[in-house]
């Protein structure tokens, strides 16, 4: 199973990180690469720094806008088989502040599940249960299943596959 190295979206480009991104992101002292905004990275991209893979295309990803890196998007790790033998895997995104409310996480979340349904592939999000804005864009990109709480409190929510089945 492979994603393209590059999503691109109405809006939006969704490149995979490089090792040099990657370094500067968790590095907060280094020099800062032209087209950051000035609030990124965030805490969480240098969270999603420290998983990051080379080379993995179900690693993390900027969420860009005209050559501006506003966040990230990115899977936990690539797919693996849940209980019922369907491919899974969990997503984290993320925008500074100064880029929400205008629909760009809906958008590149959206643009990512169009190359996951195509490898059919189900996707789950963890999210607190008081991030209001985050469970609309779940909500919006057809995360229906509700499967309670990890052990962080966080709800965990999946979505189908389209045309294929939820976990049982």
Same mark, same amino acid.
């Given at each position: 199973?492979?994603?393209?190295?590059?999503?691109?979206?109405?809006?939006?480009?969704?490149?995979?990180?490089?090792?040099?991104?990657?370094?500067?992101?968790?590095?907060?002292?280094?020099?800062?690469?032209?087209?950051?905004?000035?609030?990124?990275?965030?805490?969480?991209?240098?969270?999603?720094?420290?998983?990051?893979?080379?080379?993995?295309?179900?690693?993390?990803?900027?969420?860009?806008?005209?050559?501006? !890196? =506003?966040?990230?998007? #990115? /899977?936990?790790?690539?797919?693996? $088989?849940?209980? *019922? +033998?369907?491919?899974?895997?969990?997503?984290?995104?993320?925008?500074?502040?100064?880029?929400?409310?205008?629909?760009?996480?809906?958008?590149?979340?959206?643009?990512?599940?169009?190359?996951?349904?195509?490898?059919?592939?189900?996707?789950?999000?963890?999210?607190?249960?008081?991030?209001?804005?985050?469970?609309? !864009? =779940?909500?919006?990109? #057809? /995360?229906?299943?509700?499967?309670? $709480?990890?052990? *962080? +409190?966080?709800?965990?929510?999946?979505?189908?596959?389209?045309?294929?089945?939820?976990?049982?």
């Amino acid at each position: 199973m492979t994603l393209p190295t590059t999503v691109t979206t109405e809006r939006l480009t969704l490149p995979l990180w490089t090792l040099a991104d990657a370094d500067a992101i968790r590095d907060p002292r280094g020099p800062r690469p032209q087209g950051w905004h000035p609030q990124f990275p965030r805490e969480d991209d240098r969270d999603a720094a420290t998983m990051w893979v080379e080379g993995d295309p179900w690693s993390s990803r900027y969420i860009m806008r005209n050559g501006t !890196v =506003l966040g990230s998007i #990115g /899977f936990f790790g690539p797919p693996e $088989a849940a209980p *019922d +033998g369907t491919p899974e895997a969990e997503v984290g995104y993320g925008l500074v502040e100064e880029a929400r409310g205008w629909g760009f996480a809906t958008e590149a979340l959206k643009g990512v599940l169009a190359c996951t349904d195509q490898e059919g592939v189900r996707i789950r999000a963890s999210v607190e249960p008081t991030n209001a804005a985050s469970l609309r !864009v =779940l909500a919006k990109c #057809g /995360f229906t299943d509700l499967r309670g $709480a990890d052990e *962080d +409190g966080h709800l965990v929510m999946a979505r189908p596959v389209p045309g294929g089945r939820m976990e049982e």
